[in-house]
């Protein structure tokens, strides 16, 4: 098993930058890829970016692309999501995932096994 904490959250003005931590614990001597993912109210589940273990290989979705930066210290089993020029609609729950698989679903939920509790970022206008 894999625990997962995110850090890093909180109210912020629009066009602010924020910086989301996560660290694991427990299994973590496995070779994961780590994902971040967002729930607005009302919504699903959004995929925000991914990174392989190496932390050579990033994806990131149309939202954010050009405003987030993932990247991830093995070392310390940490995962950081940096989104610059926030706006009102980043108002979400972020989570922190993991998974030993990194495949060409890297978008879906299903594809991570491990989840952190999530944390609060609003975004105000």
């Known amino acids: 098993q894999v625990q997962l904490v995110e850090s890093g959250g909180g109210l912020v003005q629009a066009g602010a930058s924020l910086i989301l931590s996560c660290v694991a614990s427990g299994r973590t001597s496995g070779t994961y890829a780590m994902g971040w993912f967002r729930q607005a109210p009302g919504k699903g589940r959004e995929f925000i970016a991914t990174i392989n273990w190496r932390g050579n290989i990033t994806y990131y979705s149309d939202s954010v692309k050009g405003r987030a930066t993932i990247s991830r210290l093995n070392a310390k089993n940490m995962v950081y999501l940096q989104m610059d020029s926030l706006n009102p609609e980043d108002t979400a729950v972020y989570y922190c995932?993991?998974?030993?698989?990194?495949?060409?679903?890297?978008?879906?939920?299903?594809?991570?096994?491990?989840w952190g509790q999530g944390i609060q970022v609003t975004v105000s206008s």
């Open positions: 995932a993991a998974t030993p698989y990194y495949g060409a679903r890297y978008y879906d939920t299903n594809s991570y096994d491990y």
